[in-house]
């Protein structure tokens, strides 16, 4: 039994499932191409890491981006050695080659080719014309990769349709947990006061976490507390006002008490899954989010939250004035977000497994090269 999973290089929520994977599968080896413990969740540090060798390339690991050209051989050349493989995916590691089963688990076809007008949204034209490059070689790899799994699993059912559409196979949906301990300490973050909206996200072109922050120079009286990091930091805190608050990474006592202390949290991104809202349900708070994709499937419309139409100021603004009168059952949310369990999500995984491990062996399967 082995763990595939993309890079190690963030905290974001693929991140907290291949922790929550590797917790429960002590035994199994995490093969990754990169790994670097300062930018991604401590637990990591317990678990049995094996790096490709461009990871020795500190560079690259740091800016995992850069090594796009190299990502697709790199995966291709490596070999795990296992009865069964389970790929924590959103683009490379389905690709890893595997002596048996191979089991992925995706976040979403990759993003970078096909959602490049999303993915690529304020990039640079050399970025854009690398990407023009390196499109047509990289969907014959990938469809090829795809290929290769034995099973598809999709985490959404926006993405189900996805892998469907791309790739021709047929995905269950299973839902990814909230590894977030939603019981653990609270620890108020100096200088913010409750009341807030929230947002916690990577601050990439794709989450729209811009379209927050213009709808709140609409809102002088609410204040937005941003979390999260990545390329665009600078620029969007260049354009707020002085009721935005960006706190970059916080820890996940911080994290807790934000979401408790907050009115609502909000979510403009195009998603896959949209985890945030079950984070903030866990300690009664609703959400305002883009009614699209993964958000879907985690916040009930006048339950748990509600949505909008369009990644604009003027409907965030609209939604925020919307939900800052509205009033949600504490316990209903609460409620609601322990339906998305780390030991749900482990039991149909190890099922899962189980049931391939009975139809293939290690000894019998073909070696799976894309």
């Not at 020795?56 to 690991?61: A, C, D």
């Not at 970078?112 to 304020?122: A, P």
């Amino acid at each position: 039994m082995a763990i595939c999973h993309d890079y190690l290089t963030q905290r974001g929520g693929a991140e907290r499932v291949v922790l929550a994977l590797a917790r429960a599968l002590p035994d199994a080896p995490l093969h990754t191409a990169f790994y670097d413990p300062a930018s991604t969740y401590a637990g990591f540090a317990d678990v049995d890491v094996h790096t490709f060798p461009i990871d020795r390339v500190t560079p690259l690991r740091r800016h995992h981006r850069v090594a796009m050209p190299l990502l697709a051989p790199a995966f291709s050349r490596h070999v795990v050695d296992a009865d069964v493989t389970v790929c924590s995916s959103s683009g490379w590691a389905h690709g890893v080659r595997t002596t048996g089963a191979k089991l992925v688990y995706c976040y979403t076809p990759a993003r970078w080719l096909y959602q490049s007008d999303r993915y690529l949204r304020g990039a640079s034209p050399a970025a854009r014309a690398l990407l023009a490059v390196l499109g047509p070689p990289l969907r014959a790899w990938d469809a090829a990769a795809a290929a290769s799994a034995t099973r598809y699993l999709a985490i959404s059912t926006v993405v189900r349709d996805r892998i469907r559409r791309h790739y021709g196979i047929d995905a269950d949906v299973v839902h990814p947990p909230s590894a977030f301990d939603a019981d653990g300490p609270l620890c108020p973050v100096p200088g913010i006061d409750p009341g807030f909206f929230l947002c916690v996200s990577r601050l990439l072109p794709y989450k729209n976490v811009d379209v927050l922050v213009e709808a709140f120079a609409t809102l002088a009286s609410e204040r937005l507390v941003v979390v999260g990091t990545g390329p665009l930091a600078g620029s969007l805190a260049a354009r707020a006002g002085d009721n935005v608050t960006f706190l970059g990474e916080v820890d996940d006592n911080q994290l807790r008490w934000l979401y408790r202390s907050a009115t609502g949290l909000l979510g403009a991104s195009h998603e896959d899954f949209g985890l945030t809202p079950v984070e903030a349900a866990a300690q009664g708070t609703p959400s305002a989010v883009l009614r699209y994709g993964g958000y879907l499937d985690t916040v009930e419309e006048g339950v748990t939250g509600l949505f909008f139409d369009r990644p604009e100021p003027d409907a965030v603004a609209a939604a925020v004035r919307v939900l800052a009168a509205s009033d949600f059952d504490l316990n209903v949310l609460r409620q609601r977000a322990a339906r998305f369990t780390v030991s749900s999500f482990v039991s149909r995984i190890t099922a899962e497994v189980d049931d391939l491990r009975q139809r293939c062996s290690a000894s019998s399967a073909p070696d799976r090269t894309p």
